[in-house]
């Protein structure tokens, strides 16, 4: 039973232009959303965060989106940059339990 | 301030052997989780630990158990090693309380 869905297994967008990495959830106890982002031969590195209370959260470049009624996510990165290469990974979690429930990951090109 | 650290970063072991795979949490860090990602996957989560008792445990088998030490770093032990165990182990720390968790590189364990 997948909880957190990246739909999406790659993403190509040219440098300067918007990136949306999509996410959707099933479980509405999740209270809490999170974006990493992972380079090869490292661990995931947090990027932004929001939780159910919001709609928005920014960040710089980075806007994270929350529809809890459509229980989806998005995360928007302007301008995209050649660095922000890399796979994206949605993540949830609920109060009570405290673990963090992953999406399979989106892997992001952007090229120059 | 120190992030999270893993050792060993590699490890090739044979099925039926058992590993332990250790963790530095981020200094002022007071639990610890531990996650496993397959290959294309997201990681899952195995277990967490908050000042030295477990705190909630993921679908892993009693084979795969976990210690966490007063300085608050954390060990991951698997017994009668599987070629299904061959993953990427990550450990990831957070302040009690908080939402975001910080993760180390990793171990990269390979099951021969």
């Known amino acids: 039973d997948q909880q957190v869905k990246q739909n999406s297994p790659s993403l190509s967008v040219q440098e300067g232009r918007i990136s949306i990495l999509n996410c959707d959830y099933t479980n509405s106890m999740f209270d809490y959303f999170l974006w990493y982002k992972k380079y090869p031969a490292e661990g995931p590195t947090f990027l932004i965060s929001?939780?159910?209370?919001?709609d928005k959260n920014e960040d710089g470049r980075f806007t994270v989106f929350l529809n809890k009624s459509a229980k989806h996510l998005s995360l928007h990165i302007v301008p995209s940059q050649p660095g922000d290469s890399a796979v994206y990974f949605c993540?949830?979690?609920?109060?009570?339990?405290?673990?963090?429930?992953f999406g399979q990951g989106t892997t992001l090109q952007v090229k120059p | 301030e120190t992030g999270v650290t893993q050792s060993p970063t590699h490890l090739i072991k044979t099925r039926g052997q058992q590993v332990t795979l250790r963790c530095s949490s981020q200094s002022g860090h007071n639990t610890v989780s531990w996650y496993q990602q397959a290959l294309g996957q997201g990681p899952q989560f195995i277990f967490q630990?908050?000042?030295?008792?477990?705190?909630g445990r993921g679908n892993f088998p009693p084979r795969f158990s976990g210690l966490q030490f007063p300085n608050y770093s954390s060990e991951l032990n698997v017994n009668a090693l599987e070629l299904d165990d061959s993953a990427l182990y990550l450990c990831a720390s957070q302040q009690g309380g908080e939402n975001i968790q910080y993760f180390g590189a990793g171990t990269r364990l390979s099951v021969l």
């Open positions: 929001i939780s159910s209370i919001k």
């Open positions: 630990y908050y000042r030295e008792e477990e705190n």
């Open positions: 993540a949830a979690s609920a109060k009570v339990t405290g673990k963090l429930i």
